[in-house]
C-alpha cells in the first residue's frame, strides 16, 4: 500500500488565523493529541518569531516522542539558529526552510534575481545541514513559478541534502488538474527526484484546497501539509481531516492511505475548535455537526433501508458513536468514570473529581446530561489558565423599559474579594462593564459567540469571546445552562489569559 505522510501544521499555520493565540499548555495539548492521532510530523511554530513561540516549540519538542516534530525557518543563518535551539531535546527533530520563488514575489518582496534566489536557498541548506538531518525545503508561491525554475530549485534542494521538497499553493490560486500536473513534471524532469519525498501544502482561498491535495497525490506528492478544520491564514488551509478520509473512502480510487488513527479525529476537532476558539460549521465536511445527519424524508427513507444509500462512511470511522450509558444526577462516581473510559479519556484522581464535582453540579439542572455536556465538562477543565480573577457571583436585573444593570462578585489570586455593579446596552453588556470594573484591566471586546453544546430547553451554551488589549489578543471559553453565566465566565477566562500572556511577556523582555 502507498502510505500518504502527514504534515500537520495546526500550531504554526494554523495559529496564524485572525484572532488565534496558543499558549504553550494549549500548544502541547493539541501535540499530545496529534501524537495521538498518528500525525507523522508535527510543526509546532515559528521559533524566530518570538521568544514565546521558541519556548512552546521546545516544549512541544521535549514533549512528543512518536511524531517529527518540525520547526518553520526563512532562509537565513539566525532564524536556522533559533529552531537548533527550540529543537533541543527532540526524539526526531526536522527544520523546514522556505524562500519564495515566484516572479512577484521575487520582484516585490525579495527584490532578488532568480540567481540570487537560488544562491540564498542553496546556503542556508548547507548551513542547515550542519545541524540537521532531516531537512524540508519549501519553494513559496511554488503555484506561480516558472515551472522551468522550480525544477531548477528542487534539484538544487536535493543536491545540498533536502529529505522534503514542499510546493506549496500559497495562495490558493492553482485548479487541480493544474497542481496535480506540476508534480508529474518535477517527478519525469527532476534528476534524483526518487532520493526525496515531494509535499503539497494548499490554501483554499478559491475552496479548492483538498482537491488540489489529492490531485498532487495522483500526481505523485508522497506528503500532504493541512491543519485540522482546516484552519489557517486567510481562507485556511487544506483540511487533514478531509484528505484521510477521501484516501479511506475512495481507495479503490487512489490506492493509497495515511497512517492515522481515524477514530481519534472527532475528539481532535473539538479539541481544535475549543482551544482556538475557531467554530466549526455545521457543514464543514466530516466533522461538522450535519456531517452525519439527515432530514429529508427521502434520504431518512433510505438510511432506514441501508445507511450507505446515503452515508457513504459511517460516523464510527471518526470516532463518534450513540451513548448507550445515559448519566444523571443518581448517577455515581463509577459510572462516572466508565463514562469518560468508554469516550477515551483517563483522568488522574485530582481532575477525575473536578471533572465529577462539575457532573453533579450540571446534574442538578438537567434531567439528562449528553455525550456533549460530558465533553465540555471535561474540555473545559483539561487546561487550567492560573485564576488572576474567579468569577463567585453575579446578578443582572432585565427589563424591556429599564436600562439592564449587572452586579457581580469576583476573588482575586491575593486574597481579595471585589462587587461591582454597571449598567449597559444589554444584559451581557452590562456583565462586561462590571467585570471590567472589578478587574481594572481595559479591554476591547474583538468578538463574542454563541452555540449550544447539546439540544433542549436545559440545554448547556458555550460562550467564546476574543479580547484586546494594546496589541495583544486572547480568546475565552465559558459553558454553563445560563447563557449569561456562560457569557461572564468566558469574558473571566479571557481576562485570565491576558494577564498570563502579558506576565510571560514581561518576563521574555526581562
Request: proline letters at 3%; aromatic letters at 6%.
Amino acid at each position: 500500500m502507498r502510505k500518504i505522510y502527514i504534515f500537520d501544521t495546526t500550531l504554526r499555520d494554523g495559529e496564524q488565523s485572525p484572532g488565534v493565540n496558543l499558549n504553550t499548555r494549549e500548544k502541547l495539548e493539541i501535540a499530545y493529541q496529534l501524537e495521538k492521532l498518528g500525525v507523522d510530523r508535527i510543526e509546532a511554530g515559528f521559533p524566530a518569531a518570538s521568544p514565546g513561540d521558541l519556548a512552546a516549540v521546545n516544549a512541544v519538542a521535549r514533549a512528543v516522542k512518536k511524531s517529527t516534530i518540525i520547526g518553520l525557518s526563512r532562509s537565513r543563518t539566525q532564524d536556522i539558529d533559533a529552531v537548533r535551539e527550540a529543537l533541543i531535546g527532540a526524539e526526531d527533530p526536522c527544520i523546514h526552510l522556505f524562500l519564495a520563488t515566484s516572479p512577484i514575489h521575487r520582484k516585490y518582496k525579495l527584490k532578488m534575481e532568480k540567481e540570487q534566489v537560488l544562491e540564498t536557498a542553496q546556503a542556508a541548506i548547507r548551513y542547515a545541514r550542519k545541524y540537521f538531518s532531516k531537512i524540508e525545503f519549501s519553494c513559496e508561491d511554488a503555484g506561480r513559478t516558472e515551472i522551468d525554475f522550480l525544477c531548477e530549485m528542487t534539484a538544487m534542494a536535493i543536491r545540498e541534502g533536502a529529505s522534503v521538497v514542499n510546493i506549496p499553493d500559497t495562495v490558493g490560486y492553482l485548479y487541480p488538474e493544474e497542481y496535480g500536473n506540476i508534480f508529474k513534471t518535477l517527478k519525469e524532469k527532476v534528476p534524483g527526484i526518487e532520493k526525496i519525498q515531494l509535499s503539497a501544502h494548499c490554501h483554499d482561498d478559491l475552496g479548492l484546497a483538498t482537491a488540489n491535495s489529492l490531485a498532487a497525490i495522483i500526481g505523485g506528492a508522497d506528503q500532504i501539509e493541512g491543519t485540522i478544520n482546516g484552519i489557517g491564514e486567510r481562507a485556511g488551509n487544506t483540511a487533514i481531516e478531509e484528505v484521510a478520509l477521501a484516501l479511506e473512502t475512495r481507495f479503490d480510487f487512489f490506492a493509497a492511505k495515511t497512517s492515522l488513527e481515524l477514530t481519534e479525529i472527532s475528539r481532535t476537532s473539538r479539541m481544535v475548535s475549543r482551544l482556538t476558539g475557531m467554530v466549526v460549521p455545521g457543514n464543514k465536511a466530516i466533522v461538522g455537526a450535519n456531517a452525519f445527519a439527515h432530514e429529508s424524508g427521502i434520504h431518512q427513507d433510505g438510511m432506514l433501508k441501508e445507511k450507505t444509500t446515503y452515508e457513504i462512511m459511517s460516523p464510527e470511522t471518526i470516532g463518534l458513536k450513540e451513548s448507550k450509558l445515559v448519566l444523571g444526577k443518581h448517577s455515581g462516581r463509577h459510572a462516572f468514570r466508565e463514562k469518560l473510559v468508554d469516550m477515551g479519556y483517563s483522568l488522574d484522581e485530582e481532575r477525575l473529581n473536578e471533572a465529577f464535582a462539575k457532573f453533579k453540579t450540571l446534574a442538578d439542572k438537567k434531567k439528562e446530561i449528553t455525550d456533549q455536556d460530558i465533553l465540555a465538562i471535561l474540555e473545559e477543565k483539561l487546561v487550567d489558565t492560573p485564576e488572576v480573577f474567579r468569577l463567585e457571583k453575579i446578578f443582572v436585573s432585565y427589563g424591556n423599559e429599564a436600562t439592564p444593570k449587572a452586579k457581580v462578585g469576583i476573588a482575586t489570586a491575593d486574597g481579595q474579594f471585589i462587587e461591582t455593579e454597571a449598567e449597559g446596552n444589554g444584559s451581557v453588556d452590562a456583565i462586561y462593564n462590571a467585570i471590567d470594573l472589578a478587574s481594572g484591566e481595559e479591554v476591547k471586546l474583538a468578538d463574542y459567540s454563541i452555540k449550544p453544546v447539546s439540544h433542549g430547553k436545559d440545554a448547556q451554551g458555550e460562550v467564546h469571546v476574543v479580547l484586546s488589549q494594546h496589541g495583544h489578543s486572547v480568546q475565552g471559553r465559558g459553558v454553563s445552562t445560563d447563557i449569561l453565566e456562560a457569557s461572564a465566565r468566558a469574558y473571566v477566562d479571557a481576562l485570565n489569559r491576558l494577564v498570563e500572556k502579558k506576565n510571560m511577556n514581561s518576563s521574555n523582555e526581562a
